[in-house]
């Protein structure tokens, strides 16, 4: 048995420069693993809805399917539809031009999706208000209301994912390019919640990165896609877009088959 | 100054004076009672717990059903979620999601090493961990003393303690406190606390979403506790319609907490695989992970990709309660079968949620005790991912007694009885790796070595159940309850223990009594088998589940299962006296490696660093060639002095004093 109680003391936290390099391609890593990986929770809760559907469907129990072919309003329907597709194509457009440099057309097509989803929500919303069925009148009029429920938390899981990635844009942009002390506090904040919090030696870099700039330079915020803050957020962002594609895919499945069959 | 060193003199830690981050972010996450903290978690969960039953009856005060029916299952479930939410902001789980809105960055967090750390919301994996300990541990003796109370019931086949209804509350509620316990026993506690060190990283991927599993997994602890005094419920711990939607209050709490508890299995199974697949170490490649991190890696894919079905299905149900939906009412058009489905797609691959970390704590314990490799390492790790996917393919055998279609009975019997094949790949690369070997009976081996002698049973059993005609008669009796608790109890909670003895050294830098711990042992062993073994005779002579009466003739088989139970229960009481004995009372620190193990999260300090690693090691092999005097070093840790220090091998593999450290092969 080794005979000592501790093989070396606790020391300093610090890394070099391959540690960084490893923790940022881990970090990328992660958002690009992560985002993959929520998807499929949400595909196998929307599979589970989809199975509901089609179980009672095929079961048809007392005929009480849909009775009468009632549909919810198609209206509404075909509106947060329409706001959620075009939110996710605004989406993914806007990460195309990220791609090529153009912050700004990326931040407005942020913010255009975030609305565009908080819309898709009170639609959803108000069509709870204008059912022409009870919730628990048929198989079609419950799986309804569980579709509505989960759009719902998938939109809105899609709008707050955009918007704290176009609201985290804005204010690294504000750090860049504004000047003084107050920057400073930032850049260090960043620092400090790099080392104590586990957020990531990135982070370290960018705070270091973005104190050196205001300090010396005052470099604009184009720097910033080179620094390793940069590319976790662009991997942040690339997640984010391919769940509001996700998101696109799963409201014309269940439009398909709420409105159409 | 040049650039470089001033980055040295950047990153240095701790910075003394952290900066002040605004109010937006919560109170400071500072050490102290003003900060938030298990205090501040349950006013908020008593304030919103009565401010959501409070505007739950305000919506449904209008409704003249619900007035008639004496339970306002809009109220209990307005009240469990705003609880649930009010727990969650009084820890400080939403502080940060709530200042990412106006894009602010994680107020930061400062190492401690006061006790208080482990009651607050905390991104240190280790704390984490070890609050799942406590938190499973809380769960299970809550649900033992629940199993104590039914055994007590069953003591007579006339006389009662308790009447039928509660007595069935009891039962429901001891099995779905232990299933939700079960399905984070092995992830939360020593899954958390280790991986990071097993694969050399310094943190894991997400660390705030790893503290929301544990809070959210305690909010659920909580709620399903809410249900007796609503009243309980009488399904069992399956929930299956039509008594869920038939039953009072308690039923809320159930969906509602097995809702929660898989929120928590899925944040847990989400961070812990992202870690594993992006944070390993350089050279840890696929096959130099040790066997433990395949087993949580294949049960990550499960809790991610099984548990939103559970997740669903409470949906369905509290809407069922709440919306007055009908997918569990065939009469209104929808299917009570509609739940057995859904839970047993979520349902069978738990079982494995359970079973695979088990099977990697003993695969990881057996070569330090026999000083010998692991056999059949890569069958061990193909096992794992088969036993993972398969589970997927046999949840209707749940359903061969409720209607299902007669022509799809051989198939999901088939695919039942193709998942013992990789099952017993992991089984035989325990029996390779005892062959031949000169055993070291530690307190954790013999823990392992009673994980196979139960699980044989189990599984043995288990084929059995997988064929139609055998299931068709035991369905619904003690057999099965006996089945599922070896391998459940027999498997997975020896497996934990077994855990807990091997890495609580490590966890907490004190040694655990050895003489308490095989008393311990031999107690639980002896008379879990004493508990369990009588019940497939009693089940096979026709006594069914979930009653609590039976036939007079099997009550001399009851009653040895019964007072088997009682001595089961207070071995546990043999664990927590060692367990604070050896900790607080009178703690003897522990050595660096008293197990000699050559596993990497042996090698770095004792205690662990926050950031786990002064340098992230860089593997050069696996964790698994003992007795190999030409083996490579496993690890080369950064430190000119420790290049080489990777465990000693004891008295089959060279060195033992670290005074000749081997050099990393180049």
């Not at chain 1, 057309?105 to 908080?118: I, K, P, R």
Request: some cysteine; glycine content about 12%.
């Amino acid at each position: 048995m080794t005979d000592i109680t501790s093989a070396r003391p606790v020391t300093d936290f610090s890394d070099t420069p391959e540690e960084r390099e490893f923790e940022l391609r881990a970090a990328v890593g992660s958002y690009w693993t992560g985002g993959r990986l929520f998807i499929g929770m949400f595909t196998f809760l929307l599979a589970s809805e989809a199975f509901a559907y089609f179980y009672l469907r095929s079961s048809n129990n007392g005929q009480l399917w849909r009775p009468g072919n009632v549909t919810a309003p198609t209206g509404i329907g075909w509106a947060i539809y329409s706001v959620v597709l075009a939110s996710a194509v605004i989406a993914i457009f806007g990460q195309t031009r990220l791609r090529k440099g153009y912050v700004l057309d990326w931040e407005v097509a942020g913010w255009t999706a975030v609305l565009g989803g908080l819309l898709a929500i009170g639609l959803q919303i108000w069509q709870l208000t204008e059912l022409p069925f009870f919730p628990g009148s048929s198989g079609y009029a419950s799986c309804f209301i569980g579709w509505a429920v989960m759009n719902i938390v998938m939109i809105l899981g899609g709008t707050y994912w955009m918007e704290t990635a176009v609201a985290r844009s804005l204010r690294m942009r504000s750090i860049t390019t504004g000047d003084g002390p107050d920057q400073l506090v930032v850049a260090r904040s960043l620092r400090m919640q790099s080392i104590t919090t586990g957020d990531g030696p990135d982070q370290l870099v960018v705070a270091r990165s973005l104190r050196m700039r205001s300090i010396t330079t005052g470099d604009g915020p184009d720097q910033l896609s080179s620094t390793p803050s940069g590319q976790i957020f662009r991997a942040n962002v690339s997640a984010c877009t391919y769940f509001w594609g996700f998101m696109a895919v799963g409201s014309t499945l269940f439009w398909v088959m709420f409105y159409l069959i | 100054m040049t650039i470089s060193a001033e980055r040295e003199r950047e990153v240095a830690y701790p910075d003394p004076t952290p900066p002040s981050v605004g109010w937006f972010q919560g109170l400071p996450a500072r050490p102290g009672w003003l900060s938030q903290h298990l205090g501040t978690a349950i006013i908020g969960a008593v304030l919103g717990y009565l401010l959501g039953h409070w505007l739950g009856n305000v919506v449904a005060s209008g409704y003249t059903n619900v007035a008639n029916s004496g339970v306002n299952a809009i109220a209990n479930t307005g009240g469990i979620a705003l609880g649930a939410l009010g727990w969650l902001a009084g820890i400080g789980a939403i502080n940060y999601p709530l200042a990412k809105i106006i894009g602010k960055e994680p107020a930061p967090e400062f190492e401690t090493t006061s006790w208080s750390r482990y009651f607050r919301y905390t991104a240190d994996h280790k704390v984490v961990g070890m609050q799942y300990v406590i938190g499973v541990l809380t769960f299970l003796f809550t649900a033992g003393l629940l199993a104590m109370a039914i055994r007590t019931e069953l003591l007579s086949p006339s006389s009662h303690v308790f009447g039928p209804g509660t007595y069935i509350s009891i039962v429901s509620e001891h099995g779905t406190m232990m299933m939700m316990m079960a399905t984070s026993v092995v992830v939360g506690p020593l899954g958390n606390w280790l991986i990071p060190l097993m694969i050399g990283a310094r943190r894991t991927a997400f660390p705030r979403v790893e503290a929301f599993s544990f809070w959210i997994f305690s909010a659920g602890y909580l709620t399903i506790l809410t249900a007796l005094p609503y009243g309980g419920f009488p399904t069992g711990w399956t929930g299956y319609a039509p008594l869920q939607t038939q039953a009072g209050g308690g039923m809320i709490s159930y969906l509602a907490g097995f809702a929660l508890i898989g929120l928590g299995m899925m944040a847990a199974g989400f961070n812990l695989g992202v870690t594993i697949i992006n944070y390993r170490a350089p050279g840890m490649t696929w096959s130099r992970v040790p066997i433990f991190v395949w087993a949580i890696l294949s049960t990550c894919a499960l809790l991610t990709l099984a548990t939103p079905t559970l997740v669903a299905a409470g949906l369905f149900g509290i809407l069922d309660h709440t919306a007055q939906t009908a997918f569990f009412v065939t009469e209104h058009g929808g299917s009570s079968y509609l739940w057995q489905n859904l839970f047993w797609f979520f349902g069978h691959p738990e079982v494995y949620i359970m079973a695979l970390p088990g099977f990697g704590i003993v695969a990881e314990i057996l070569p330090v005790f026999t000083r010998k490799p692991l056999f059949a390492y890569k069958v061990a790790a193909a096992g794992m991912l088969g036993v993972a996917l398969l589970s997927f393919f046999v949840w209707q055998h749940h359903l061969f007694q409720s209607g299902i279609n007669p022509d799809m009975r051989p198939l999901f019997m088939l695919t039942t009885e193709l998942i013992s094949i990789p099952t017993g790949f992991i089984f035989l690369v325990g029996m390779g790796t005892l062959y031949k070997a000169k055993i070291r009976f530690e307190v954790p081996m013999l823990f392992a070595l009673a994980v196979f002698f139960n699980f044989l049973i189990g599984g043995v059993t288990g084929v059995f159940l997988s064929d139609v005609p055998v299931n068709v008669t035991v369905h619904g009796s003690f057999f099965v309850l006996s089945h599922f608790h070896y391998t459940i109890m027999g498997g997975l909670i020896f497996a934990f223990f077994g855990g807990l003895y091997f890495w609580l050294p490590k966890m907490t830098g004190k040694t655990m009594n050895k003489k308490l711990g095989q008393i311990h042992f031999w107690f639980m062993f002896i008379f879990f088998n004493f508990t369990f073994f009588p019940m497939f005779l009693i089940g096979l002579l026709g006594q069914p589940r979930r009653v609590f009466e039976y036939a007079q003739n099997l009550q001399t088989l009851n009653d040895i299962s019964s007072i088997s139970a009682f001595i089961l229960g207070a071995s546990f009481l043999v664990f927590i006296a060692n367990f604070v004995w050896s900790i607080f009372i009178k703690p003897t620190p522990s050595p660096a490696n008293p197990w000699d193990s050559l596993g990497l999260e042996w090698q770095t300090a004792n205690p662990v660093p926050y950031y786990n690693f002064e340098r992230i090691p860089v593997v050069l092999n696996d964790p698994y060639h003992y007795s190999e005097h030409d083996a490579a070093a496993v690890a080369d840790m950064g430190d000119p002095v420790l290049v080489g220090a990777v465990a000693p091998t004891g008295d089959g593999g060279g060195d033992t004093t670290g005074d000749d450290p081997v050099t990393p092969a180049e």
